[in-house]
């Protein structure tokens, strides 16, 4: 069994309005993820199995090691088909707005869905959510928005509803995000919830070579540019900085996903307590951040990158260029430095 978190009057009301309407759309942010993509896909095939027709929208596209999940193909990526988004959204009787907290997550999909008619659901595990939604399920305490589809179906009493591609996609937003389960997973809920869906007929082993191990040769030598030249260690913080420009990705035909998990490198070593990854993406400087312990990356991120996300994995962004944003890491960084250093 695991805990009931979730206000139950908040999963009867979404219950309700997923029992009276007929036409779902499932939105999520930008640079989906494998907890945006799994939380999606995973909610969409749980409601298709209900005889719902569910479309699922996302700003932009996302990586290739994610798109080996049933559907990943049926995705409407607004910056492809605008028109054929904005006519989904406006005849949508409910909306899901999975793994994002804010309308600016979904760019320009933000103003389609805020007036949209539609009963609107939030499942999202981020800080402090708008109040956009008519039904808000917001838990920073768990992981991954994934585990908090498999605890909504759950809650619901639909279990038996779910089915095997649903499970599949829901174990990959957990593990994407926990690195493998390497933070953040230290939560036994979070096995019994990996045993539940096992039963369901998913290969956990089979996913992690799908995400991690598919790797191109390109990437491989990006990878190795990364660690010979990229990244700059600051050993009296314990801490490691890659920066990527366009050029360089570009050299190395870098697609998207391609730099997934660079940020997660310099973690390797033993002294390095936080890694920032900054990189030019369209037009803006993309900051990930991750840290080990104690050390809140989000809160670095917040106050520096405009950024947030989970204490130990997190994001932000830069308008300038590599050099000041750089300049910028550097001048705030010794104030964390107490923070990096503590036992």
Same mark, same amino acid.
């Given at each position: ?33 494998? #907890? ?35 559907? =990943? ?11 054929? =988004? ?5 005849? &949508? ?67 038996? #509803? ?8 829901? @174990?990959?937003?957990?593990?994407? #995000?926990?690195?493998?389960?390497? @933070?953040?997973?230290?939560? =036994? ?14 290969? *956990? ?15 491989? +030598? ?18 490691? !900085? ?8 570009? *050299?190395?035909?870098?697609? *998207? ?9 310099? !973690? ?10 900054? +990189? ?9 951040? +991750?840290?080990?312990?104690?050390? &809140?990356?989000?809160?670095? $991120? ?10 130990? =994995?997190?994001?932000?962004?830069? @308008? ?6 750089? &300049?910028?890491?550097?001048?705030? !960084?010794?104030?964390? $430095?107490?923070?990096? !250093?503590? *036992?």
């Amino acid at each position: 069994m695991i805990t009931k978190i979730i206000a139950e009057e908040q999963i009867q009301k979404a219950k309700k309005y997923i029992g009276h309407v007929d036409r779902i759309v499932i939105v999520s942010h930008v640079s989906p993820d494998g #907890d945006a993509i799994g939380s999606s896909l995973g909610l969409a095939h749980f409601l298709q199995e209900l005889g719902k027709q569910v479309t699922v929208i996302v700003p932009n596209d996302f990586p290739e090691f994610l798109k080996w999940m049933k559907s =990943a193909n049926d995705i409407i990526v607004y910056d492809r088909v605008p028109t054929l =988004a904005e006519e989904t959204i406006a005849i &949508a009787e409910l909306i899901f707005c999975l793994d994002f907290n804010a309308l600016k997550r979904i760019e320009k999909l933000g103003p389609l869905v805020e007036s949209s008619p539609a009963k609107k659901v939030m499942i999202d595990h981020h800080l402090y959510p708008e109040n956009f939604c008519n039904v808000t399920m917001s838990y920073p305490q768990i992981t991954s928005t994934c585990e908090m589809i498999f605890r909504f179906i759950c809650r619901m009493g639909m279990f038996e #509803d779910m089915n095997k591609h649903s499970a599949e996609c829901i @174990y990959t937003g957990m593990m994407t #995000d926990t690195g493998g389960f390497s @933070y953040a997973s230290n939560n =036994a809920e979070m096995y019994y919830i990996i045993g539940e869906l096992i039963k369901k007929g998913i290969n *956990k082993d089979e996913i992690y070579r799908l995400v991690y191990n598919t790797n191109s040769l390109d990437r491989l +030598r990006l990878m190795g540019l990364v660690l010979y030249e990229k990244m700059k260690v600051y050993p009296e913080v314990k801490t490691a !900085l890659i920066v990527l420009s366009s050029s360089e990705q570009y *050299k190395y035909n870098c697609k *998207k996903g391609d730099t997934e998990g660079f940020v997660n490198l310099p !973690l390797s070593m033993s002294d390095v307590v936080f890694s920032v990854f900054i +990189r030019e993406d369209r037009d803006y400087l993309k900051i990930s951040l +991750r840290s080990k312990g104690d050390f &809140a990356c989000n809160e670095f $991120a917040a106050a520096n990158f405009n950024g947030g996300g989970h204490k130990n =994995a997190s994001g932000g962004e830069f @308008y300038g260029t590599l050099e000041e944003a750089v &300049a910028h890491f550097e001048k705030v !960084l010794p104030a964390y $430095a107490s923070l990096l !250093l503590k *036992k």
